[in-house]
């Protein structure tokens, strides 16, 4: 076990578990976060003695509350170069060779919904949550955004993505989301359970696997979300929803 930036890395067999670490930061993706995920994961790719991921949160809580909104500025050269390290850091599951299982112990909002979206497998906690509420602060999710309508459907995208209302654990697996609901004190134990399963499978087969099914993402769709999500940030409204949250009080939108 060892820490890298803002998480907790352990070996586990086959296995690496990546155990975001700022629990009284709900695990928000915070630059040390960020950091971690993608020295994490560089790991994991090059060592061949790992055969799969999982990913969890500290705490009892959060598994990852989204963007942390205090790292924003209002700069347009800044946004867009915020918006490209976050949304490379969401894919970076997805980029993985190797499967990836997110073990979802509770919130997963904005950007750790995202997060989870990246990833080839999610196990849920049935106290999970899982929600994109960034139009709350005139926002939108710049990963779901090109990902989550290719699982729910675009109706239910656009819903969730204009409404911003969060979901349960179940409904997020009625929705395809999620692969699996189960009692909170097994999440982890459920995702290793599931790892190690695939982790004793041909490795060259799962690997294959997941680049054959993941073969169309990536594309120019990302790059879209990465030329367009800046303008928002520029807006009158988003600037009054981000000033809003974190100063605890309701935005009033023009």
């Not at 971690?36 to 003695?49: I, M, P, R, S, Y």
């Not at 949304?87 to 997060?115: D, H, M, W, Y």
């Not at 990833?119 to 106290?127: G, L, R, Y």
């Not at 800046?230 to 009080?249: H, T, V």
Request: one cysteine or more; charged letters at 25%.
């Amino acid at each position: 076990m060892k820490e890298i930036a803002g998480i907790i890395y352990e070996k586990k067999g086959h296995i690496a578990v990546m155990t975001l670490n700022e629990p009284k930061k709900l695990n928000a993706l915070s630059a040390n976060i960020c950091e971690g995920l993608e020295q994490g994961f560089k790991e994991v790719a090059q060592d061949e003695d790992v055969r799969v991921e999982v990913i969890t949160g500290a705490g009892d809580k959060s598994f990852c509350a989204g963007a942390d909104i205090s790292r924003l500025k209002s700069e347009p050269v800044y946004i867009k170069a915020f918006l490209d390290s976050v949304l490379e850091t969401l894919a970076i599951g997805e980029r993985c060779p190797k499967p990836v299982i997110s073990a979802v112990n509770g919130f997963a909002f904005g950007g750790g919904f995202e997060l989870t979206l990246g990833s080839d497998f999610v196990i849920a906690s049935e106290k999970a949550k899982f929600g994109v509420p960034e139009i709350n602060l005139g926002l939108l999710p710049g990963f779901a955004v090109v990902r989550l309508g290719e699982i729910v459907g675009r109706q239910k995208a656009k819903e969730m993505s204009m409404v911003g209302d969060a979901i349960s654990a179940q409904e997020a697996k009625d929705l395809g989301l999620v692969l699996e609901v189960v009692p909170h004190e097994e999440v982890v134990d459920r995702a290793m359970a599931l790892a190690e399963k695939i982790a004793s499978k041909p490795q060259l087969a799962v690997q294959l696997a997941k680049s054959m099914y993941n073969r169309y993402l990536g594309g120019e769709e990302m790059n879209y979300a990465k030329d367009a999500m800046p303008f928002l940030f520029m807006n009158d409204d988003s600037k009054e929803g981000i000033a809003a949250f974190l100063e605890k009080r309701k935005p009033n939108f023009s």
